[in-house]
């Protein structure tokens, strides 16, 4: 069955062109990043697409730290979580939430692995470790416990939630809250050179590519060469 766009979204151009699954395709997955939804999301979308090869908007470095540092940062926030219920005080659970899922393997690579252990298919992490660890160098100060504290007291919604809502506005209204930016078109480069090599090695076969739904965006067209089929993970119109 071929695929079918809503109206807002098939309005736009780099979303028109539709065309039935071929055997031979490269499908970008647009997802939201920590979203607690997004495990059985993926896991759909994995199993309607049958992907040979998949590769994710992951580094090795990101994916090494939480493996051997997450435990212990989500131990200091449950810590100040503990704390403040014994002291009566008011916190967000949404909030606590969200800080946990920053150090918490990305669902991204458990949903993907899982995946590929059971149907036998590579996943591939290509992302940049250089702007992993441009970010994860500061999270001591991010996650120190003033900080932690703050986050769980404070008014803020959690950045998942802002994603979430300046998703929608892009998808069903084509309004754009958030810019593209310099460092974005530099990893989408990295990425797509990464996958046209793939690509070279593994002639045939259907490609996944599962990214942050803002990189479905891409303003250079870097992804273009390989005529992407894009999909918002939450876009429920979408059939195959």
């Known amino acids: 069955m071929p695929f079918v766009l809503s109206p807002t979204v098939q309005n736009r151009p780099e979303y028109g062109n539709v065309s ?10 647009g997802v939201i990043h920590r979203d607690e939804e997004g495990p ?9 697409i049958r992907p ?6 992951l580094s090795h470095y990101g994916i090494r730290f939480r493996r051997e540092r997450g435990e212990e940062y989500k131990r200091r926030i449950d810590r100040i979580a503990e704390r403040l219920r014994e002291n009566g005080e008011l916190y967000s659970e949404e909030n606590l ?10 669902y991204e690579f ?14 591939h992490l290509i992302d940049m470790d250089f702007f992993s660890y441009v970010k994860l160098r500061a999270v001591d100060d991010l996650l120190s416990e003033e900080n932690i504290e703050k986050a769980l007291t404070g008014t803020d919604r959690p950045i998942v939630n ?35 090599d793939l690509m070279r090695h593994n002639r045939g076969g259907r490609f996944l590519h599962v990214c942050g739904w803002q990189h479905l965006q891409d303003p250079a067209n870097l992804y273009g060469p390989f005529n992407p089929t894009k999909v918002f993970f939450y876009d429920k119109t979408l059939c195959l």
């Not at 059985?40 to 309607?48: A, E, H, Q």
């Not at 040979?52 to 908007?57: F, G, P, S, Y």
């Not at 939430?97 to 990305?106: A, C, E, G």
Request: charged residues 30%; hydrophobic residues 45%; without cysteine.
């Open 162 to 196: 802002q994603e979430k809502a300046m998703a929608r506005l892009y998808f069903e209204k084509g309004i754009k809250t958030s810019s593209y930016d310099r460092e974005m078109y530099i990893r989408d480069r990295y990425m797509s050179v990464k996958i046209r």
């Open 97 to 106: 939430v969200s800080l946990r899922l920053y150090m918490d393997m990305p």
């Open 110 to 123: 458990d949903v993907a692995s899982r995946f590929s252990a059971e149907y036998g298919i590579p996943v």
């Open 20 to 29: 039935p699954m071929a055997e031979k395709a490269f499908v970008m997955l």
């Open 40 to 48: 059985v999301l993926l896991k759909g979308w994995l199993d309607r």
């Open 52 to 57: 040979d090869v998949i590769t994710l908007e």
